[in-house]
């Protein structure tokens, strides 16, 4: 049963444009969400995070967007650019306990 | 600090054989977790310790998977006998406050024929 799902698995976006990814979760206890992000052969790095208590956090370009009643999350980037192409993951955890992640997102950003 | 330090960074080896993956985490870090990812399933977590001990085992798939945390720089996952659909990339992380923000390895890729 995957408790955090990201339906889309992949999307493309012009440079300078917006790019939302989507991330939905089933688990009512998780009260931290994260975004890592991963280029190839490398391993995943932290990007931004949201506490439960919030619903919205924005770090320079990047932003998440929390919504607990639809249990949804997403991440916008704006403007988005070349070097955001990679896979993005969104991740959640209940408690401070482990970290569960969805499945991925490749995100490709054209110039 | 080097990060989270894995090895082998590739592995092929013939279904049957052991396979031992190595990771050192960050020091000072008391929590080290061992991921697997594949195209089907994503990020998927095995195991995680804190402090050396190991609390959720619970995403090891099979009982062919062990890992071990004999001190607080080292930590083995271990695949006896292997298979060819264990064949993933298997991450390395470390935290210092629980899971959140861990920090990832750059991954051992096991290809097993």
């Known amino acids: 049963d995957q408790q955090v799902k990201q339906n889309s698995p992949s999307l493309s976006v012009q440079e300078g444009r917006i790019s939302i990814l989507n991330c939905d979760y089933t688990?009512?206890?998780?009260?931290?969400f994260l975004w890592y992000k991963k280029y190839p052969a490398e391993g995943p790095t932290f990007l931004i995070s949201?506490?439960?208590?919030?619903d919205k956090n924005e770090d320079g370009r990047f932003t998440v967007f929390l919504n607990k009643s639809a249990k949804h999350l997403s991440l916008h980037i704006v403007p988005s650019q070349p070097g955001d192409s990679a896979v993005y993951f969104c991740a959640a955890s209940a408690f401070g306990n482990k970290l569960v992640f969805g499945a991925g997102t490749i995100l490709r950003v054209k110039s | 600090d080097a990060g989270v330090i894995q090895s082998p960074r590739h592995e092929v080896t013939e279904m049957g054989q052991e396979v031992t993956l190595r990771c050192k985490p960050i020091s000072g870090h008391d929590y080290l977790f061992w991921y697997r990812q594949t195209m089907m399933r994503g990020l998927e977590l095995l195991i995680y310790f804190n402090n050396n001990v190991p609390i959720d085992d619970s995403g090891m798939p099979e009982d062919r998977f062990s890992a071990k945390m004999p001190n607080a720089s080292f930590s083995t996952l271990k695949i006896q006998p292997s298979e060819p659909r264990d064949s993933a990339v298997y991450f390395c992380?470390?935290?210092?406050?629980?899971?959140?923000?861990?920090?990832f390895g750059q991954g051992t890729r096991l290809t097993v024929v």
């Open positions: 992380a470390s935290s210092s406050r629980r899971a959140t923000e861990a920090f």
């Open positions: 949201i506490s439960s208590i919030k």
């Open positions: 688990n009512s206890m998780f009260d931290y």
